[in-house]
């Protein structure tokens, strides 16, 4: 198992992650159609889109057809698919730009490596901003205060916590400073302030881990290969209980994981052979323990959120 080091250094490698976003106003909303400056950023990649609304709507608010709507009222799109903004920007990213993933250099090495997506050379992902014709029957509307989505966030904690202890004690009996701090430092984007918070919920007291807490997001093509399948759009969201040791003791690795929850799309434990699972816009290797992938790598809702690429 890579030592604690190595973890850190991945963690902050995958911190430092960023996209190239080239957003432009929806031709529906620009009064001089589609003549308006576009709004480049680099954007880390485990933030939210609906944090940067504030400023999208001042930079655009010369060219709205109504000026008078609300930064909470913008909604994002790609190709005409509208984004789930609850989503991390690094997993949309993932899940429907189409860039190829980073490959592996270790591909015969049992650990987690830092060959994540850092954003360098890459071609801005063009999305669209939109201020009317919210699709209601996609996504849930936005809040003023921002609420909707500090709690979206949480619960999501609340649920990989309780994957990983059975319990929910621990992001339960956070305090009110310590809970305010985890959001905080997730909407400034600061590893330090999030990792005092986030290390106290991944060495709760009372026992040790029972579950890595993964979904996995196929493409809606893929065969079905789970009973534990959502609807979500063009895609389908796989999620099961994982441990992190097989019967044997040995570490549960991602080979033996997906395997077993998706073994149509993945009958060998350590080759890919119809398709790769993809973190942080890396192909992981099938040989890594799925606990240090979790403790290095996990999105800031304590997640490992996987999305399937199929070869060939």
Not at 231 to 244: A, C, E, F, I
């Amino acid at each position: 198992m890579a030592g604690q080091v190595d973890l850190s250094q991945v963690q902050k490698a995958i911190w430092n992650g960023s996209l190239p976003l080239e957003i432009r106003l929806s031709p529906t909303d620009c009064r001089i159609y589609e003549k308006s400056d576009r709004y480049l950023i680099q954007y880390p990649r485990l933030s939210y889109l609906p944090l940067i609304l504030p400023r999208l709507h001042a930079f655009f608010k010369p060219d709205l057809i109504n000026p008078d709507v609300l930064p909470h009222e913008g909604w994002f799109s790609f190709e005409g698919v509208p984004l789930k903004w609850h989503y991390p920007v690094g997993l949309l990213y993932d899940l429907f730009s189409g860039a190829t993933p980073t490959s592996s250099r270790q591909e015969k090495s049992d650990k987690v490596n830092d060959d994540i997506d850092v954003g360098e050379n890459r071609a801005p992902w063009r999305l669209k901003l939109h201020f009317t014709e919210w699709p209601d029957e996609q996504l849930v509307r936005l809040d003023k205060e921002g609420k909707f989505l500090h709690d979206a966030f949480i619960n999501s904690v609340k649920e990989a916590d309780f994957v990983r202890n059975g319990t929910a004690k621990g992001i339960m009996s956070l305090s009110k400073d310590d809970s305010t701090q985890l959001w905080k430092a997730v909407e400034d984007h600061k590893l330090p302030a999030f990792n005092s918070v986030n290390q106290k919920l991944l060495h709760a007291q009372g026992g040790a881990l029972r579950n890595v807490p993964v979904r996995i997001y196929l493409p809606s093509s893929a065969p079905a290969g789970s009973d534990s399948e959502k609807s979500t759009g063009s895609l389908r969201v796989v999620q099961s209980l994982v441990t992190p040791l097989l019967a044997s003791r040995e570490q549960r690795t991602l080979g033996h994981a997906l395997n077993e929850l998706l073994p149509s799309l993945f009958p060998s434990r350590r080759t890919a052979v119809l398709a790769r699972a993809v973190l942080h816009g890396a192909m992981l290797p099938l040989t890594a323990p799925v606990e240090e992938i979790m403790r290095a790598a996990a999105y800031a809702d304590g997640w490992v959120h996987l999305s399937v690429v199929m070869l060939g």
